[in-house]
């Protein structure tokens, strides 16, 4: 049995932060300290003007099981808000989020996973949101995060039965963005990484609160724009021809 101890693994490269949900002994499930450290991480990797975008994924051949379901035990409650803690903190994560996603993605990591951005899937993944087999109140955050994505219908078919579903019906119902065959997860994942990292972050961090529904920053994002340089970079670059060196950089939004 791999002993591996439980924790998440981080590394940055060019401009690209990637973190690994580790716990190979457990199907990378998450445990309450795990949980807890996901805040305080995503907190570090936004003070970073180097990381421009987060990947979250799993260790091997799983994204994430969900909880540690011996801490269920101990307190759901508990282990409730602290999931939801961590799946808020990722939500709020001020540049574009990622899940790179293979094997099972349920319970806590479909939480996690509907807190990115953008879900990239490998061809035999399995998604599950599965309270109703453990007699588990949803958390209305992510309820509505669920319903947000994929629609009251298949909501409700995940939260009631708490059965999978595979790559093909999650990516119909907008679950996942895209599937891609055995083996091109991470080279796709790593191509999109750095498109997106090459991007404006001006464009990105205000079009991510604007699609979360912010009504209440539209001139703060217009006073950015005109200290910005990035608009006349852009141009400058699409008319020379050349790739475009943008410079602005977002701090955690308030």
């Not at 994929?150 to 963005?177: C, M, N, Q, W, Y």
Request: one cysteine or more; aromatic letters at 6%; glycine letters at 10%.
């Amino acid at each position: 049995m791999d002993r591996t101890e439980p924790r998440l693994i981080t590394s940055v490269e060019r401009g690209v932060a990637t973190v690994v949900i580790t716990n190979p002994a457990k199907r990378n499930a998450m445990t309450t300290a795990m949980w807890r450290s996901v805040p305080e991480l995503l907190e570090r990797l936004a003070a970073d003007a180097e990381v421009r975008v987060l990947v979250l994924t799993g260790a091997g051949d799983t994204f994430c099981a969900g909880a540690d379901i011996s801490t269920l035990r101990e307190s759901a409650g508990t282990a409730q808000n602290l999931a939801v803690e961590a799946e808020e903190a990722l939500a709020a994560f001020p540049r574009p989020t990622l899940a790179a996603v293979r094997g099972y993605c349920v319970g806590g990591g479909g939480q996690l996973a509907a807190a990115c951005d953008l879900r990239f899937a490998e061809e035999g993944a399995s998604f599950g949101v599965t309270p109703a087999k453990l007699g588990i109140v949803y958390p209305a955050s992510s309820t509505r995060r669920l319903v947000a994505l994929v629609g009251p219908g298949t909501a409700k078919h995940l939260l009631f039965s708490g059965e999978l579903i595979d790559t093909e019906r999650a990516l119909r119902t907008g679950l996942v963005d895209e599937v891609l065959p055995p083996g091109g997860l991470d080279k796709r994942v790593e191509e999109y990484g750095r498109v997106l990292a090459s991007r404006s972050q001006l464009t990105q961090t205000s079009a991510k609160e604007f699609a979360a529904g912010r009504t209440d920053r539209d001139a703060h994002w217009a006073a950015e724009a005109r200290g910005s340089t990035d608009t006349a970079e852009g141009v400058a670059a699409f008319l020379e021809r050349r790739a475009p060196r943008f410079t602005y950089t977002t701090a955690p939004t308030p």
